[in-house]
């Protein structure tokens, strides 16, 4: 449901906008997820008739996961909702057409390169040096964990391409093109 306001962040030239929304679910999961695995068990110890002692439960874990990414999601289309309500839907069935035909082989590539992409988590699981399936389990968290904070220099390297492809766009007519675009690149 984000991905529609994220485009339009793009096409309306908003790349710190689109950054501060991204980097913001980041670090609202990473501490939603730091508060279900270190103060919730605390707390649940020190206040065992407390509402929070009742919501947790050691053995699912897991499941904290899945509501860290929940909240996240939630409140990032809560930050995209000027984007998201600030357009109506229209369903044009040529416009559709060329889109899936466009889109088909997209997909399959994408499909392929998630699979690339999260395929090393399993085979870590698989091949970790441990003894355990819960020490490879944890190790995987960790893994994955670091992989969360290594996307945040991804999206640093999205949001400047995001500002600087229609910057390059508009300037591709101008005679000083290759000037600023010299002027650009000595700066990266």
Known sequence: ??????????LDGKPRKFAFIKISGILINMGVLYFFFKYLPQIAKEKPDSLIAFL???DWLVGY????????SILTL???SKEFFGFSFKFDKLVWR??????????????????????DRIMLGWWAPVSSENAAKAEVGIY???????LLI?????AFRMGAEPFFF???????APRTYARVMKFL
């Open 154 to 158: 991804s999206l640093s390297v999205q």
């Open 78 to 80: 809560l930050l995209l």
């Open 170 to 176: 508009k300037q591709s007519t101008s005679e000083n």
């Open 144 to 150: 994955s964990a670091c992989y969360k904070l290594s």
């Open 1 to 10: 449901m984000s991905t529609i306001p994220f485009a339009k962040l793009r």
């Open 98 to 119: 060329q889109m899936v035909l466009y889109g088909l082989p997209i997909m399959v590539a994408g499909f392929a390169g998630m699979i690339n992409e999260t395929f």
């Open 56 to 58: 947790f439960d050691k």
């Open 65 to 72: 996961v899945f509501v860290a990414n929940l909240i996240q």
